[in-house]
């Protein structure tokens, strides 16, 4: 195991890797993949850019750690690469997603396959992992029902945001904004294949963007983009049906302005869920109902930009106390695209800036498991 060099010591070195928007399109100012070290004391240290070509935007880590693939937005491809012990990242290889504007990817329970949702023209595909992490050619391409939604510029046909598979592991769920839908698909670990099973049609021009559960797989939330709104569901493991119980509002009513909803997280405790608004500059964090999934209670606290693009909740730091612990539990990371900043929003104090760096829109971490 390779020396911490902020501890001296043999502990497991952990980072954080940021995707981004690099073109000229997008009035970005991203350049790179940008890797930061976190100290035991919750610090981030800039290690590494990797040069990663156009828009390595949303990014995805094997469970080993071991891997790191990356969709090129606004492209047609998806580059894989070794997470190395220093945090370096070796080039595996890229692959095309035979698609246009490949905007998310998962890994399969079993691994062996990456799925990635292609926006712009309406389609899911799945690419075997290779032995040394690398990706095989596509493996199947599912496109979705190219029914348009009433939004003449945001709507004009399928448009899959999001690949995210439920606890169960027996089903994929597919928010497309397009059609104003939740599909849900299957994949057949053998082959590849997937297959469409069940649709979920939500209200017109509400634009399902990302879907998050709770760890029973039986409630889910999903932000609708459109409508600036989330829709609460139940869901049956059995059948992968989803049945839709509440729609709430992600920004205050006394707000006239332009939003979009965007990223989405429940925290791991399970009683809070967190919604990010662009434009309001905000996450809207509300109380769950531990038995009916009912979302209550919002409360909106600053995003340290106007569009905050993508959240999670904030490790905690290896060596925090108790105390620390639970306040990590409702601390969120913001990545704010137009702010160039990776922040800590909490609602018990201002954002807290980890790190500068050019139109971040995702961030994912290794543990630091030996």
């Not at 009035?27 to 790179?32: C, K, L, R, S």
């Not at 590849?192 to 889910?220: E, I, N, Q, Y």
């Not at 983009?225 to 609460?232: A, C, F, T």
């Not at 332009?258 to 997280?265: H, K, M, P, R, V």
Request: glycine content about 10%.
């Amino acid at each position: 195991m390779e020396t911490n060099p902020w501890s001296g010591s043999a502990s497991p070195r952990r980072w954080a890797f940021v995707g981004c928007r690099t073109s000229a399109a997008r009035n970005a100012q991203g350049t790179a993949i940008e890797v930061y070290e976190r100290g035991g004391d919750g610090a981030w240290r800039h290690a590494h850019s990797v040069p990663a070509g156009d828009n390595p935007s949303y990014l995805a880590l094997d469970a080993a750690e071991r891997f790191l693939h990356a969709v090129h937005g606004d492209g047609s491809s998806v580059s894989s690469f070794a997470v190395r012990a220093d945090g370096t990242l070796q080039r595996l290889g890229n692959q095309s997603t035979e698609g246009l504007n490949p905007v998310h990817l998962s890994f399969s329970p079993c691994g062996r396959w990456v799925v990635v949702a292609n926006y712009a023209t309406g389609s899911v595909v799945s690419l075997p992992v290779r032995a040394d992490g690398s990706l095989g050619t596509v493996a199947c391409k599912l496109e979705l029902p190219d029914a348009p939604g009433p939004h003449r510029l945001q709507q004009r046909g399928s448009h899959p945001h999001q690949v995210v598979f439920d606890p169960s592991g027996n089903w994929l769920l597919v928010p497309d904004k397009g059609g104003d839908a939740v599909h849900t698909l299957t994949l057949d670990a053998a082959t590849g294949a997937l297959r469409r099973v069940a649709s979920l049609h939500c209200a017109p021009c509400s634009g399902p963007r990302h879907l998050v559960f709770d760890r029973s797989g039986t409630k889910a939330w999903v932000v609708l983009e459109l409508s600036s709104q989330v829709l609460s569901m139940h869901f049956d493991p059995s059948s992968g049906i989803l049945q839709p119980h509440q729609r709430i509002a992600s920004v205050p009513e006394s707000f006239t302005g332009e939003s979009s909803g965007a990223g989405i997280l429940i925290t791991d405790d399970g009683e809070a869920l967190c919604v990010s608004n662009r434009g309001h500059g905000s996450v809207c964090v509300y109380a769950v109902g531990r038995a009916s999934g009912v979302l209550s209670r919002p409360v909106w606290i600053g995003a340290g930009g106007l569009v905050p693009r993508f959240i999670c909740q904030a490790p905690a730091a290896t060596g925090a106390r108790e105390t620390d612990a639970d306040a990590s539990r409702t601390s969120i990371l913001v990545a704010n695209e137009d702010a160039h900043t990776i922040v800590r929003a909490s609602v018990d104090s201002d954002p807290f800036v980890f790190a500068h760096t050019g139109s971040p829109v995702c961030v994912v971490f290794t543990q630091g498991s030996p």
